[in-house]
């Protein structure tokens, strides 16, 4: 069996703060001003980490600027593009502080909540999560998101809030709690749910995204949340079963209709109704069949393949 990576060990006493970067070159020197501005007010050590996915742009360059500049900066790029969950592990990975503070790049995550949500993890909380007032996103955005989660929640029985993202900061347990978690498909936000560590919220202010667009399509979405759902939950498979048994109950009620019709005004063609009878109920019984057996073997066989979450081409500071 592969060895699992161990978590970093903590050489900081104050706070690590990852950024997952992805098309993220507009916004980087201010997210790295704000970051440092909102630090200064936090005692400690603390240091940024800007994890480049691969986006085509200019932002390992810029990375690579900032931490010439400055040595709070740490960035590594990957080798291609691995997506966002990789990068949010791979941040974990290397995390050297007591505490870890998870944002996107671009600025709606407002770097001048993280003292809030430092001295509300200060308390007593392992966990501390920046929820959302009124989101500052498109309708179609919102819908899309809200639409994610209530399926998620729903399919994989964890309690998911839609003003809840990523941004939130999580002690040094919970990181080394994350290291042993290296299954395939990466949700950073159910895989903290799940572990069920004392939480907190804080109320926040939401941000307009500082330029372009997400890359977080209705496609996407929809991907990400059957991906995620069939990982962490079984649910899907029982619904394949009552989908199958359903077709072959709706099955039987039609072959019902057809005797009825048969006998009252004869059947024009012999053997017909038996015939359509017996396709639709086994082709509902193989439904169900192929649907289990189907899903549990791609994560049997993705699980069994122990391919690195992510590869790393390139590292500064």
Same mark, same amino acid.
């Given at each position: 069996m592969t060895p699992l990576p161990h978590?970093?060990?903590?050489?900081?006493?104050?706070?690590?703060?990852?950024?997952?970067v992805y098309k993220g070159?507009?916004?980087?020197?201010?997210?790295?001003?704000?970051?440092?501005?909102?630090?200064?007010?936090? &005692?400690?050590?603390?240091?940024?980490?800007?994890?480049?996915?691969?986006g085509g742009d200019g932002s390992w360059a810029a990375i690579q600027r900032l931490?010439?500049?400055?040595?709070?900066?740490r960035g590594i790029q990957f080798s291609r593009n691995f997506g966002q969950h990789a990068g949010i592990t791979a941040g974990l990975d290397?995390? #050297?502080?007591?505490?870890?503070?998870?944002?996107?790049?671009?600025?709606?995550?407002?770097p001048e909540e993280i003292p809030r949500l430092h001295a509300k993890a200060l308390e007593g909380f392992d966990v501390v999560v920046a929820r959302r007032g009124r989101r500052k996103d498109s309708w179609m955005k919102r819908t899309t998101s809200r639409l994610f989660y209530s399926s998620f929640s729903y399919l994989?029985?964890?309690?998911?809030? &839609?003003?809840?993202?990523?941004?939130?900061?999580?002690? #040094?347990k919970v990181v080394e709690a994350l290291g042993q978690?290296?299954? #395939?498909?990466?949700?950073?936000?159910?895989?903290?749910?799940w572990m069920?560590?004392?939480?907190?919220?804080?109320?926040?202010?939401?941000?307009?995204?500082?330029?372009?667009?997400?890359?977080?399509?209705? #496609?996407k979405l929809m991907q990400l949340a059957l991906e995620v759902v069939i990982a962490y939950s079984d649910k899907p498979l029982w619904l394949a079963i009552r989908f199958g048994f359903t077709i072959s109950l709706l099955s039987m009620l039609g072959g019902g209709v057809i005797i009825y019709r048969a006998l009252r005004y004869g059947s024009p063609v012999m053997g017909w109704s038996s015939l359509v009878?017996?396709?639709?109920?086994?082709?509902?019984?193989?439904?169900?069949?192929?649907?289990?057996?189907?899903?549990?073997?791609?994560?049997?066989?993705?699980?069994t393949k122990r391919r690195p979450h992510y590869i790393i081409a390139n590292r500064v500071n």
């Open positions: 978590p970093a060990e903590p050489g900081l006493t104050g706070i690590s703060v990852i950024v997952p070159e507009a916004f980087l020197e201010e997210l790295h001003r704000r970051v440092r501005t909102s630090l200064a007010s936090i &005692p400690g050590e603390h240091e940024l980490l800007l994890v480049e996915d691969r931490a010439g500049e400055d040595p709070l900066v290397l995390a #050297r502080g007591s505490w870890v503070v998870v944002m996107d790049c671009d600025l709606q995550d407002r994989s029985g964890l309690r998911m809030d &839609p003003q809840v993202g990523n941004f939130r900061i999580i002690s #040094r978690m290296r299954e #395939r498909t990466r949700f950073f936000v159910s895989l903290v749910e069920g560590f004392p939480t907190a919220s804080v109320d926040v202010e939401h941000a307009a995204r500082a330029g372009g667009q997400s890359t977080y399509s209705f #496609r009878v017996s396709l639709y109920f086994l082709g509902g019984i193989i439904i169900s069949i192929l649907g289990v057996i189907g899903v549990y073997l791609g994560k049997t066989f993705e699980e």
